[in-house]
């Protein structure tokens, strides 16, 4: 008989979440918000959709129109950034959250995204901003996205595809907008 050997450390790095991966019961609704601000940011929205419509046990896709925003900076704004184009896609999955997010950073990845600097510039940035009425406060997979109230950027494309839209734990997007509005 041979002598048993303990497995090796798992490397530290990303992982999923400790949250079920298998496939849901039933469809639930997520929000996707879509950034870019390098190279042809309106083509890679386009390819970033295309790429979310073609994952497996997606069945929905609606998608807000295409908004321009200022660069935002850990400090704030940056107006000698190059601009981002921002928008929204609602989807009906039966994927597992911490898996939809997983292939949201592969298809990141396809389009040269690479995570060297924090709120940087960026060829293609796909946040998970809410998956249905799940909580997770799992650092891989915050849930829903603890900055979206603050971000018009994310408010107002979501309204444009759900008016009636409402960031759990938050409230209703149409109120979160106006209050940021109000500040503006």
């Not at 008989?1 to 999923?16: A, D, K």
């Not at 386009?46 to 321009?68: C, G, K, M, Q």
């Amino acid at each position: 008989m041979s002598p048993i050997h303990p497995l090796p450390p798992v490397p530290r790095g990303r992982r999923l979440p400790t949250l079920d991966p298998r496939p849901e019961d039933e469809p639930v609704q997520a929000v996707v918000a879509l950034g870019s601000n390098l190279g042809d940011t309106a083509a890679t929205i386009a390819e970033a959709v295309a790429a979310i419509r073609r994952l497996p046990l997606v069945d929905d896709v609606r998608v807000s129109r295409t908004v321009t925003t200022v660069a935002l900076r850990l400090d704030g704004p940056d107006p000698d950034a190059p601009e981002f184009a921002n928008a929204v896609a609602v989807v009906t999955t039966r994927l597992a959250p911490q898996v939809l997010l997983g292939m949201l950073h592969a298809i990141e990845e396809e389009h040269g995204r690479i995570r060297a600097e924090r709120w940087g510039d960026r060829t293609l940035d796909l946040d998970l901003i809410a998956y249905g009425d799940v909580r997770s406060d799992d650092e891989h997979l915050l849930l829903p996205h603890p900055r979206a109230h603050e971000r018009t950027f994310v408010l107002a494309p979501w309204l444009d595809v759900d008016p009636d839209a409402v960031l759990p734990g938050r409230g209703r997007v149409a109120d979160l907008l106006a209050a940021l509005e109000g500040d503006a």
